[in-house]
């Protein structure tokens, strides 16, 4: 298999990487890292399940401020509380969101989880006592591992144990994911996508199954919101804004959402394109909107669609 | 007190005919094409953005500035055929692909028209300066509302009118209501869909960029003003029923309205209500209040 040859040289690449390459481009790998995170579960919603959510960034935002919060108000600073707090508070909030949302599929439940993140983000932009509005709220570097990493400067902090801290993170999220789209209740869910009805008439209750899916991407997205937050120091509302939930799933389908592995090439290929094109032309947005038009039009399986010649077609037709 | 009243109801009213115009350019396409159009906000911001600028070329060319409207909604017009290269260029290659496709696709005009705005106009606000103030202020019930307010109502108002009949009494609108009907039996039937797409999806992108045309004046134009409007747009199509055009006048006068209360009464509330009666709509009546009827 080549399989774990690529992987085991992907692992490499990654631990061997603070040493290696530049610290500009370890600071990019930082985002990378929390979007993958992210992008694991959203793809469980979207390649997995087949809903398309364009609310997601909700969860992000719920992760970051959780992370912003407890460690600016509260003064919990230690990632290791920081993490599963977020991961609870996506639930919290997933749990009736999604309950109401996958009562409906296709346009309807776009339509639905949209509402729904603009609803946060409104909350985030007027209620300026609890939020911050605008500005938002600053995230205080957390201490990882019990430790505050006083000696080291904030470039350093970053490129070193937090580095390492998201990439364990990271495969963590992977290696779970892995197992839960392997397990029974990723084959259901794979059911349901392709067919509800026989999906219904083995016995799985499809809407249950459905919202298992949403909660799981949701804590998904809230690990990886308070992942987010910490390179960038400051969390405010557009987190949680509907374009942000368009560009990760942008991401996805970059990558290819067929594939499991697509989300995270998605989330690679997207931070460090972005950051060429806005090198040499400010106008990233013409050139990724370029991009997205071509993919949906020729590309459907995105680059991994690309790269997977042989495997079978993707899948994109109305059934 | 009615003065205060009829001043927060007619600032309503003013939003809800622009929120009409572009819900109105969004449901067409929905009932015809079935595609959710995301950037149908960016063709509001695009609409805007140029009449700002046939304005500014009227005007410094020696028009008379009581005449401005016209080159504005020309501009406004104009600009909307754009569609044409939209639809032809991108949207006809995804008729047949799944919803989340089409959706993305027109996200990705949404980021593309973004930039091009801001390449094009810079990042700055522009705006028509007080020109609108040329045809004076009315006196209403004690409160003063801007002649050009009315204006655009009045013109809305019989938009919603023309569309109205353009779809029931007319040939095109037969055709229109029997494609958004059943695609297959008015293809078997001789109609040619490529070119009822093309026109159908021209109209809305048409109706987009003028209300964002007849905005202009009473604000400025901001490169962000489309991604803005598009969730209310959005908001209203979902109050409103998608693809009904009853329903996105009622859906905008509903938005409009409510927002404009809801900003003198309590601003924090402003568009976080109605996105709960969005989300109350979705929940208890996803079809919205009209949303039956196709086109």
């Not at chain 1, 979007?35 to 959510?53: D, I, P």
């Not at chain 1, 067929?258 to 997207?270: H, I, M, R, W």
């Not at chain 2, 489309?226 to 959005?234: P, Q, R, S």
Request: hydrophobic share 55%; charged share 10%.
């Amino acid at each position: 298999m080549r399989t774990p040859v690529v992987l085991s040289l992907v692992g490499i690449a990654f631990l061997g990487l603070p040493v290696l390459a530049p610290t500009y481009y370890v600071t990019l790998m930082l985002p990378f890292m929390a979007y993958g995170v992210v992008l694991l579960g959203l793809n469980l919603l979207f390649g997995y399940t087949g809903l398309v959510s364009f609310g997601h960034a909700l969860f992000i935002g719920i992760g970051a401020y959780t992370g912003a919060v407890l460690t600016t108000h509260l003064g919990v600073r230690h990632m290791e509380l920081i993490l599963p707090a977020a991961a609870l508070a996506a639930a919290v909030v997933a749990a009736p969101v999604g309950a109401l949302c996958v009562r409906y599929v296709k346009i309807y439940f776009g339509m639905l989880t949209l509402a729904f993140g603009m609803v946060f983000y409104t909350f985030l932009l007027k209620f300026y006592r609890l939020t911050g509005g605008d500005e938002g709220m600053r995230m205080l570097r957390p201490y990882l591992l019990g430790s505050e990493w006083s000696g080291f400067s904030k470039t350093a902090y970053l490129i070193g144990p937090y580095y390492y801290f998201s990439l364990a993170v990271l495969v963590l999220a992977t290696l779970l994911m892995w197992r839960i789209v392997r397990s029974p209740f990723g084959l259901c869910l794979k059911t349901i996508r392709d067919n509800p009805l026989k999906a219904e008439s083995l016995g799985v209750s499809v809407p249950r199954y459905r919202w298992y899916a949403f909660m799981i991407s949701a804590v998904y997205a809230g690990v990886g919101g308070a992942l987010l937050a910490t390179p960038t120091g400051n969390v405010d509302p557009t987190l949680a804004y509907w374009t942000h939930s368009g560009n990760i799933v942008f991401m996805v389908l970059l990558g290819g959402f067929s594939s499991f592995f697509g989300p995270l090439l998605g989330a690679f290929a997207f931070i460090f394109l972005q950051d060429t094109v806005m090198s040499v032309f400010p106008y990233w947005r013409l050139i990724f909107g370029a991009v997205l038009a071509f993919i949906v039009i020729f590309a459907p399986g995105g680059l991994m669609g690309l790269f997977a010649r042989r495997r079978r077609p993707v899948e994109v037709s109305r059934a | 007190m009615t003065a205060n009243l009829v001043n927060i109801l007619m600032g309503g009213v003013f939003h809800a005919a622009i929120l009409f115009l572009v819900a109105a350019g969004l449901q067409v396409v929905f009932g015809v094409q079935k595609i959710f159009n995301l950037a149908c906000g960016s063709f509001y911001a695009l609409g805007a953005y140029t009449g700002v600028s046939a304005v500014g070329y009227f005007t410094a060319h020696g028009g008379p500035p009581a005449l401005f409207i016209i080159p504005l909604a020309l501009g406004g017009l104009a600009v909307g055929l754009v569609g044409v290269v939209v639809e032809r260029g991108l949207l006809r290659f995804v008729y047949d692909r799944d919803e989340t496709f089409q959706l993305l696709l027109t996200f990705a005009l949404v980021l593309m028209l973004e930039d091009l705005i801001r390449m094009t106009w810079g990042t700055a606000p522009v705006s028509t300066g007080g020109l609108y103030l040329n045809y004076g202020q009315a006196r209403i019930l004690g409160a003063t509302v801007p002649v050009y307010n009315l204006i655009v109502i009045a013109a809305s108002l019989a938009i919603a009118l023309g569309i109205g009949w353009l779809l029931s009494r007319t040939v095109f609108g037969r055709i229109i209501r029997a494609a958004a009907d059943n695609r297959e039996m008015a293809e078997a039937l001789g109609v040619d869909m490529r070119w009822v797409y093309v026109r159908v999806f021209t109209l809305g992108t048409m109706l987009g960029t003028l209300g964002g045309a007849l905005v202009i004046p009473a604000t400025a134009a901001m490169s962000e003003m489309g991604i803005e409007l598009i969730v209310e747009a959005f908001a209203v199509v979902v109050i409103g029923g998608l693809g009904s055009m009853r329903g996105a006048f009622v859906g905008a006068l509903v938005v409009g309205v409510l927002r404009s209360v809801a900003i003198s009464v309590y601003p924090e509330l402003e568009m976080l209500l109605i996105y709960l009666i969005v989300i109350a709509v979705l929940i208890w009546r996803p079809r919205g209040l009209f949303g039956t009827a196709a086109a």
